[in-house]
């Protein structure tokens, strides 16, 4: 399983974060007056929304990574796994767990999959990921095709090119879980069946799990 890319997962979500609608600051002015004391006012008030909004989300459990381990399949039609790994990361309070899997097929046909808890940024992780999908991605050429579109009632990405034919299909589980399943020298199809082997609907019913009454 590649760790360069996760390496870097936990620096993109905290960007993804900053970057969402919910906490992006205005560019604008509220006046054509607006001196440098009023912005830095309004700057403090923003970033002190943002810490209270992230100091209650620290609060939340993820999922052990060992249960969502369980919940990847061990095979699926044509393909086998050869590796299940799990971590939970730990950062400025925040907190994540994930389980990846790897799994061969014939002629060199490799699919990766992992399920991601975002676990103490559960709400402020979702919207941005939905921010992110609610783009209407929908590009088709000669080589392959990426959209943004549902899956089983779930919000979804899905890419795929045909001459290198590798393909990823992503997809959010209550703003909280994000599935992923990516080939080389595969179809989509092959993907979609990693995808329809993990119970999304079991992972639904996690949605409240490790969350505080109180939030």
Same mark, same amino acid.
């Given at each position: 399983m590649?760790?360069?890319?996760?390496?870097?997962?936990?620096?993109?979500?905290?960007?993804?974060?900053?970057?969402?609608?919910?906490f992006?600051?205005s560019?604008?002015p509220?006046?054509?007056?607006?001196d440098?004391?009023?912005?830095?006012?309004?700057?403090a008030?923003?970033?002190?929304?943002? @810490?209270?909004?992230l100091?209650?989300q620290?609060?939340i459990?993820?999922?052990?990574?060992?249960?969502?381990?369980?919940m990847l399949?061990?095979?699926?039609?044509?393909?086998?796994?050869v590796?299940?790994?799990g971590?939970?990361?730990?950062?400025l309070?925040?907190?994540?767990?994930?389980a990846? @899997?790897?799994?061969?097929?014939?002629n060199?046909?490799?699919?990766?999959?992992?399920?991601?808890?975002?676990?103490?940024v559960?709400?402020?992780?979702?919207?941005a990921m939905?921010?992110?999908?609610?783009?209407?991605?929908?590009?088709?050429?000669?080589?392959?095709?990426?959209?943004?579109?549902?899956?089983r009632?779930?919000? @979804?990405?899905?890419?795929?090119?045909?001459?290198?034919?590798?393909?990823?299909l992503?997809?959010?589980?209550?703003?909280?879980?994000?599935?992923? @399943?990516e080939?080389?020298?595969?179809?989509?199809?092959?993907?979609?069946?990693?995808?329809?082997?993990v119970?999304?609907k079991?992972?639904?019913?996690?949605?409240?799990?490790?969350?505080?009454?109180?939030?």
């Amino acid at each position: 399983m590649s760790r360069k890319r996760n390496s870097g997962f936990f620096c993109l979500l905290l960007l993804m974060v900053f970057c969402s609608s919910e906490f992006a600051l205005s560019a604008e002015p509220s006046g054509e007056n607006m001196d440098l004391e009023a912005s830095l006012q309004e700057l403090a008030s923003a970033m002190a929304n943002v @810490a209270q909004s992230l100091s209650a989300q620290t609060k939340i459990e993820p999922v052990d990574y060992n249960d969502l381990k369980k919940m990847l399949p061990t095979r699926f039609r044509g393909f086998k796994q050869v590796d299940v790994s799990g971590e939970r990361t730990s950062m400025l309070g925040f907190r994540i767990s994930q389980a990846e @899997a790897e799994f061969e097929g014939k002629n060199d046909g490799r699919i990766e999959m992992s399920i991601i808890d975002f676990g103490s940024v559960k709400g402020i992780a979702g919207k941005a990921m939905l921010a992110w999908m609610s783009a209407e991605i929908d590009n088709e050429s000669d080589d392959g095709y990426e959209k943004t579109t549902t899956y089983r009632g779930y919000k @979804a990405y899905e890419k795929y090119s045909y001459d290198d034919q590798e393909g990823k299909l992503s997809v959010i589980v209550e703003e909280r879980f994000l599935v992923n @399943a990516e080939g080389t020298n595969t179809d989509m199809a092959s993907i979609k069946r990693a995808m329809g082997a993990v119970d999304l609907k079991k992972l639904q019913k996690l949605k409240n799990f490790g969350v505080p009454k109180e939030i």
